[in-house]
Every structure is written in structure tokens, then in C-alpha cells.
């Protein structure tokens, strides 16, 4: 079996919704944790809600470790949303510390305790759940011509905390109490912390230039 697009489908996380945005963008996607499927992609997603810990335990149990690693090597166009993000980091603090894939340096922290915003009285509720705007830095090809100030939406209670050697990739950051990565980009990496299939019209942009890039791809390997 091949498929245009694949996402990863390992028990958690909000599957259907992102298969459901790509419909609404003309991508047919599959559901799959089948191996050999993801490697034969276009375009891979990861998406992702839930703990970082049985998040890996279920793609150990999938034997989909080894796969995402590989098709990130080989040049498969891979977007990763959300704890998609959050895996490709070294490690995660989440209940001890569990190793992720390792593709980019630094470790995965839960927002502190406390925190306020602007300096504020009240306290931030964690997890991080709702609108909030990004700064983008380092211009990401899937998120040419979102304007600054723009919204998106995010449901987070842990944030990637990036090594010195990973600072350029970082595509967007954002800020809740303390500044988290909302966006990285390393050649046919994508990932973002917040939900494009959850932030209206401009999450669906998002996911159209992500899908544009591997048909684009695709077209020029034939």
C-alpha cells in the first residue's frame, strides 16, 4: 500500500481532525502505523495530544521509531504538530525523564508553577489552552506571508527548550509566562507547537504550502 500522505496513527492525539483539514485542502491522507506505509510517503504528519512518555511507548510498540527517524533522513517532507513537535527533542522532564527521537537537541520542560503575564498579579493557568500570537524569526517556508500578531491555537502543558546548536532552526517563538518555541524548521522538518487544523483559515494555509512543498518535492524527484 502507498499513500500521498500519511498520518501517523499510534493510538493518541487528534488523527481525525488533521485528516479532516487536509480533506478540506484537497490532500487525501491515511491513518496508518504501518511501517512500510510511512515509508513510502509523500508528505508524513505527526500529530500529537497527550504525554510525552506514552506517546514513545507507543511508537516503540509500533516500531515506528526507527521509520520516522529514517524518513526524516531521507528527505521526506515530515510536519509535526503539537507533541509532534515535542518528540523530535533529546528528552522529556515529563513524569522523569524519557528519551525522545532525538533529531534536535534540547529536552522537553513543563511551565513553571506561578507564572504571570506582563508582570501581572494573577497566575497562568497551566496548561496553556487557547489563542496566542507567535513571533516569527527565521522565515519557514509554511509560514510565508502569516502576518505578524497573528493567532493560533494552542493546549499545551509542556514546551521544547532547545540546546544552543538547535537555536537556528527555531521558525517562531511565543510567550506564556516564560518565551517556548511555537515553530521550528530544519530543511524538510516542520513542526509547530500550536494546531494549524485548529486555527481557522490561516492553520489551513499552513497546511496547504506543507502540502504544496511535498508535491513540489515529489514532482521534482520523478
Known sequence: MTAEFVVVDYGMGNVLSVRNALAKIGAEAVLSDDPRVLETATGVIMPGIGGF??????LE?????????????QGVPYLGICLGLQILFEESEEFGSTPGLGILPGRVRRFPEGMTENGGALPLKVPHMGWNQ???????????GVPQGAHFY????YYA??????????AA?????VPFIASVHRKNLFA???????????GLGILRKFVDICRAQKTASA
Open 192 to 202: 509547530t507547537q500550536f494546531h494549524p487544523e485548529k486555527s481557522g483559515t490561516l
Open 61 to 73: 510498540d509500533a516500531g515506528l521509531t526507527g521509520p520516522l527517524r529514517r524518513v526524516i533522513e
Open 161 to 170: 527548550e532547545p540546546s544552543e546548536a538547535a537555536r537556528p532552526w527555531i
Open 134 to 144: 507567535p513571533q516569527f524569526h527565521n522565515q519557514s517556508p509554511i509560514l510565508a
Open 53 to 58: 512518555p506514552e506517546c514513545m511507548r507507543a
Open 154 to 157: 494552542f493546549v499545551h502543558s
Open 173 to 177: 517563538t511565543c510567550d506564556f509566562g
